[in-house]
């Protein structure tokens, strides 16, 4: 059990140990400051610990939010101070130069400052938020200024309305008090719950009565990953209604997945109004949300089957490209995460290169809905499929989605690129790590890149742009036309395998550099495509689904382990899994030895799709279950 430490002499009639014990704190007291040493020092190493001014007035909020968020080391608001067991030790240093009077920076001066602003209360007016703060810096303050000022970064959360003081004398005590009453602290919990950032129909047709649900959930002991699982399932049972191939079959369906796509909006309000972050979560919501919208493709394939019309051409067009576009997305933020932009003079200014245009545009209301539907975001998408699902065909929901995500598609790609090529941006070895990482590249290209490494590094820098369109064009384009069983398909992958290795021969630093793994995911995924429909096989082109789903998810993971600040997959399973390029040529191959063996090719596509599927699977529960990573919360995709 935490531990919380309240510091100073106590106030009668105080509710702050009740709130406290709330929050789970198993609370105790010390009137001095070497008391609290004493305390922190005895309490377990392997717990959470607060330090909290017995003067505190303030939401119960306020303090959940300091005290119990568990994605930062330390938190503070003013007048209470947390430490996770990774900055205890830094902590328990931070009292003992307190307590020994070592000088450290004024509180004005120090990196902190505004963010302590940003945390004092707020009571409607300047006169009242400045009559309920205390004139002398309380001793959790103190602390965690000293914990700023030697390195160790203290998260002040956004308190907004929510009153969080250290009042002086009972007269600014009672304001305090007058202050919290004025403001509904759960109203603000249930505000807070809500992505400030999303689409139009979660904003406006979900979170408004979502948020309810997940407050009814937390009041009953449900977890977010239940609440993620129960959504899954309802995918998957909505997938199930759709292999109907009956009207009522797609109605049901229609019908779950929306239920589907509210449950999955409610897990993340969930979290949020709970502080329930955890790296496992944050894994299966992104992962979820894969499944549960291929299945559901799946789904309604199976049913236009049974009705007679083949559409696992479109339904696996359609995953293709929803995939392709978030690799865009994960590759574009990569790149130009903690990128500098060179000003007038050449020197470089701190900042993403996209800002300023994207803060101009957001200044407007209309144009920011408009944007955010056009890109046909999670929300407008999967109400766009129930609909259409319900009341229509099969057929007629890919179109639609193929004809939506390839426009999506054109419009961010188009723009990213103008700004990547218009603005002159100075990336850093981690992105350039992280693009390598994201391209997925297997024993082949490594050993091509080796050879080529020397020679590639003196050549024009939108080489590995164009060297990687240039490869991934001519394999998609040689399996699209060129015979099956004849020897291009083959020479085109071979190819394939010598512009990979090129293109990722020198750092991926250049400007369009971030378009190299979605070039090579629309090259290995669109190859599979075209191979499947042209065999002409019964069976080909669901097994080619399998496959493209199983080496998808492998590619999502890594996008998940770069984003959780855990790195890539381990150099083994990339291996073992043969790389973008290596799976290629294995494929091609295998249309060319199998494709007049009927049911030959559908079979080796079915074990390959298994084969990578489990090695994937294992290896990626067997890290999210037992990853140190820092607790996250996936506020979900864009798109």
Known sequence: MPTAILTGPPVPGSPLEGHLRSLGYDVRTAPGAEEARSLLASAPAAERVA???????????????????????????????????????ALLGAITAVVNGDPRPPLSSAPTAPHARTGA?????????????????????????????????VHRPELGSLVAAVPADADARERAGTAVAAVDDEAVRLRSAVKARDGFF??????????????????????????TTASLITALIAAACAATGTRG???????????????????????RYSLQYSTMGAWLDATFDRAKEYAYYAGLALGAARGGDDVW?????????????HVVDFSFNEANADATTANATGKAVVGTPTAALSSRLDSVGWTVWIRRMIVLPIGERWAMIAVLTALTTPRTVFYALLIGCAFAACYTTAGRVLRSVTRKAIRTERAARALADLADSGPLAEGTARLLRRPARRLPGALPFLTALLGGAAVVATASFAPLDGPWPVLAALLYVLTSGLAVARPLGGALDWLVPPVFRAAEYGTVLALAARSEVNGALPAAF???????????????????????????????????EGRT???????????????????????????????????????????GAPAVHDEGEPA
Request: hydrophobic share 50%; glycine share 8%; with cysteine.
């Open 51 to 89: 330090l909290v001014d017995s003067r505190f007035v303030g939401h119960v909020h306020a303090l959940r939010l300091a005290l119990t968020d568990p994605r930062f080391p330390a938190a503070a608001v003013p007048g209470a101070l947390t430490a996770q067991p990774e900055a205890r030790a």
């Open 121 to 153: 209360p707020h009571v409607g007016a300047a006169e009242a938020r400045a009559t309920v703060t205390a004139p002398s810096e309380p001793f959790a303050d103190q602390v965690a200024a000293a914990l700023d000022a030697r390195g160790t970064a």
């Open 202 to 227: 979660t904003t406006f047709c979900v979170s408004p009565y979502s948020r309810y649900l997940a407050r009814w959930c937390a009041r009953r002991g449900l977890t977010p990953n239940q609440v």
């Open 249 to 271: 079959g797609y109605v049901a369906a229609g019908a779950l997945l929306l239920f589907s796509f509210v449950l999955d909006c409610t897990d993340g309000q969930l979290a």
């Open 313 to 325: 051409a479109l339904a696996l067009g359609a995953m293709v490209l929803q995939t392709c576009r």
């Open 546 to 580: 399998g496959l493209v789903a199983a080496v998808a998810y492998h590619h999502y993971d890594t996008v998940y382990r770069i984003r959780g600040g855990s790195g890539a997959p381990p150099g083994w399973l990339v291996r073992s899994v043969g790389g973008h």
């Open 585 to 627: 040529l294995v494929v091609t191959v295998l249309a060319a030895v199998l494709v007049t063996g009927h049911t030959a090719f559908p079979l080796a596509l079915t074990v390959l799709a298994a084969a990578v599927a489990l090695v994937v699977l294992l290896e990626s529960i067997r890290f999210w279950v037992s990853s």
